[in-house]
């Protein structure tokens, strides 16, 4: 299924036109960026004259049939104003009040647009009003689709790892190439699988590849050192925004955003005390507070949506798709607990709320978005601890698996259908099919799991994978040997499309690499 869906089937020449026209709106100039934010993007470059300006574009996200967020920041304090339109030119539209952009929220500001047309396209154009009411900011356009209702075709794309291992916006090869491949494909949604950002990886401004040619990277002061302030985590946030393709993409797409260990710290968990001397601030939770308020700042996330007040939370989206988006960072236990006994990386709380919210469902397809693999083993260190759900070992769950353990039996024991798990952290793409006819724990129902990455980061792999489960590795697309920590210009960046058609319910998944181009592709009939 390589076409675009029916609702997406208008001529090139509008479409052409009617992208560029809202990408050049939803883009930000250089000169305005660099004024704005080479500092790192935060409150301390707020300036005082002029008209306000709208710093880093506009985004929309966790969108339902009725309503979606959108986000913007500004420069300076100033009121959001969002007009609302079905007509790409305005013609017809209404105006809703926002937010007050402040330095409490680093600028950043959004709300909820409510009473918007089922499975439609909406646009969407935001200013902001300085406090006296006398001036307002050059307007910045977006456009989102909101969920569908009854049996539309539906497409997603997702991916994660932005902006690790050293490799940043390289205008040299258009910034981050991975998301204008992504908008080209033109999906209703964008999956953010988590590593939205590398707070603890500085960029040196150029690194030079073993054939020589040289990786000229963006630096800002935020990505000169680790993060460890609140201030410095917005840094890293901002710093994506920096690339016009970014910035494009999201204008154009909304999004359900999840983070992983990266915003704050890699392989990071509760209680964790870091042995690292690049950082002042030792414990790990109170660098985890300042990064997931900045986080929760910079995405636009409904904080009204997420259960536990976390990240996980879920979305139907017409008849055929529900997403019910993961937080394995906030409740998991120790790197280097027992694998023996039971661990935690879902908490019991999350867990039984996926089992509930699954087995609640009437949609055809379940989609788990995941941020860590279930059955690849992940390790921190050489020391034999346990970054991922896997514990290394095989045979019976253990540790963290039990968790997986209890939600595979319990999806199974359920009857609860068409399940499909989608996660990127690994840094290559992959499809996983779970049986129990090859594991070693057999109380659940076969299952797929795909997976996706980076979307502009460090290229490795591929792993191991553990025998628990019964994984098989039937499709790995992942840099040699010799060459792990591929830079995006090597070919190894990747994202996961998926299409469901909206007359039989068919599923079909294209793994890509950073071009667009199709590396392997399945499609699945619904049970």
């Not at 981050?176 to 590593?195: K, V």
């Not at 990266?262 to 939770?285: A, C, F, S």
């Not at 390790?379 to 353990?405: H, K, Y």
Request: with cysteine; aromatic share 8%; charged share 25%.
């Amino acid at each position: 299924m390589t076409d675009l869906p029916p609702h997406h089937d208008v001529s090139a020449a509008d479409d052409g036109f009617e992208r560029r026209r809202l990408l050049k709106a939803g883009a930000v100039g250089a000169g305005v960026l660099a004024a704005a934010t080479l500092t790192g993007g935060t409150a301390a470059g707020f300036t005082r004259s002029g008209r306000p300006v709208l710093t880093h574009g506009v985004q929309s996200g966790d969108v339902d049939m009725h309503s979606a967020m959108v986000w913007t920041r500004a420069d300076r304090p100033s009121r959001m104003l969002v007009e609302v339109s079905a007509d790409p030119s305005f013609r017809r539209s209404r105006h809703v009040r926002g937010p007050v952009l402040s330095p409490e929220t680093d600028g950043t500001g959004k709300l909820r647009l409510r009473g918007l047309p089922t499975g439609a396209d909406t646009y969407y154009r935001v200013t902001a009003e300085d406090l006296d009411g006398r001036v307002t900011s050059e307007p910045v356009i977006g456009r989102l689709r909101t969920a569908p209702k009854g049996r539309s075709d539906v497409r997603l794309t997702w991916s994660g790892d932005v902006a690790g291992q050293g490799w940043g916006i390289n205008a040299d090869i258009g910034g981050m190439p991975a998301y204008t491949a992504m908008a080209e494909r033109r999906p209703d949604l964008f999956l953010h699988c988590g590593d939205t950002v590398y707070a603890d990886g500085p960029l040196e401004d150029s690194v030079t590849l073993p054939d020589g040619r040289v990786y000229r990277n963006l630096v800002t002061e935020a990505k000169s050192k680790v993060a460890e302030t609140l201030e410095e985590y917005r840094g890293q946030f901002a710093y994506n925004l920096l690339a016009d393709a970014v910035r494009e993409f999201n204008a154009v797409t909304p999004s359900y955003v999840q983070w992983d260990d990266h915003e704050v710290v890699n392989n990071w968990y509760p209680g964790e005390i870091l042995d690292l001397p690049e950082y002042t601030e030792k414990r790990v939770d109170v660098l985890a507070r300042r990064a997931f308020r900045a986080f929760h700042e910079w995405h636009p996330i409904d904080p009204k949506a997420a259960e536990d007040g976390r990240v996980y939370r879920n979305f139907a989206y017409g008849d055929h798709v529900e997403v019910f988006v993961l937080d394995m960072r906030s409740y998991k236990d120790r790197n280097d607990g027992d694998a023996r006994r039971d661990g935690s990386v879902l908490g019991e709380r999350q867990a039984a709320w996926l089992v509930r919210a699954l087995a609640r469902s009437k949609a055809t397809w379940k989609i788990v978005q995941a941020d860590l693999p279930i059955g690849l083993v992940v390790a921190d260190g050489d020391d034999g601890d346990m970054e991922g759900v896997s514990n290394g070992i095989g045979g019976a769950p253990g540790g963290r698996e039990t968790e997986l353990a209890w939600v595979l039996s319990q999806i199974a024991r359920r009857q609860i259908r068409n399940v499909v798990w989608l996660t990127a952290d690994v840094h290559y793409t992959a499809a996983h099919h779970y049986s129990p006819e090859r594991a070693s724990f057999t109380d659940f129902a076969p299952f797929w799991e795909f997976v996706s990455g980076p979307l502009h980061a460090g290229a490795f792999g591929p792993g191991d994978l553990d025998g628990t489960f019964g994984p098989e590795a039937v499709f790995t697309h992942a840099p040699p040997a010799d060459g792990q920590n591929a830079s995006p210009m090597e070919g190894f960046q990747h994202f996961g499309e998926i299409n469901v058609d909206g007359r039989s319910g068919a599923l079909t998944v294209d793994l890509r690499d950073g071009t667009g181009a199709a590396l392997w592709s399945k499609t699945l009939q619904p049970e």
